[in-house]
Nanobody, 116 residues
Framework: QVQLVESGGGSVQAGGSLRLSCVTS????????RGWYRQAPGKERELVAA???????SYADSVKGRFTISRDNVKDTLYLQMNMLKPEDTAVYYC??????????WGQGTQVTVFS
């Protein structure tokens, strides 16, 4: 059974940093990309950052220059380094492993709260 487990969320003052981790257990087949999503109260879930083939990355405009996605293939762990956090970054953050057909796996989410 494949599981994605996030950690590293918490409360931080604006301007601070957090590093999220997402560990994969099991053997997910057919994964072509991984990403971090977030969902704020009353809003739709949105893609924050994505990575393919370890080095090909993309970011939402709202986080470019502040967030960095990376992956450790040996540990099968996905990371999201978040710097210069803003109150509008407050959300539940989810990691995802996506297959080529659009199916995939979600983690359970980790809360990030940024206070001013």
């Amino acid at each position: 059974q494949v599981q994605l487990v996030e950690s590293g969320g918490g409360s931080v003052q604006a301007g601070g940093s957090l590093r999220l981790s997402c560990v994969t257990s099991g053997t997910p087949f057919g994964i072509v990309g991984r990403g971090w999503y977030r969902q704020a109260p009353g809003k739709e879930r949105e893609l924050v950052a994505a990575i393919r083939s370890t080095t090909v990355t993309s970011y939402a405009d709202s986080v470019k220059g502040r967030f960095t996605i990376s992956r450790d293939n040996v540990k099968d762990t996905l990371y999201l380094q978040m710097n210069m956090l803003k109150p509008e970054d407050t959300a539940v953050y989810y990691c995802r492993a996506e297959k080529g057909n659009g199916d995939g796996y979600w983690g359970q989410g980790t809360q990030v709260t940024v206070f001013s």
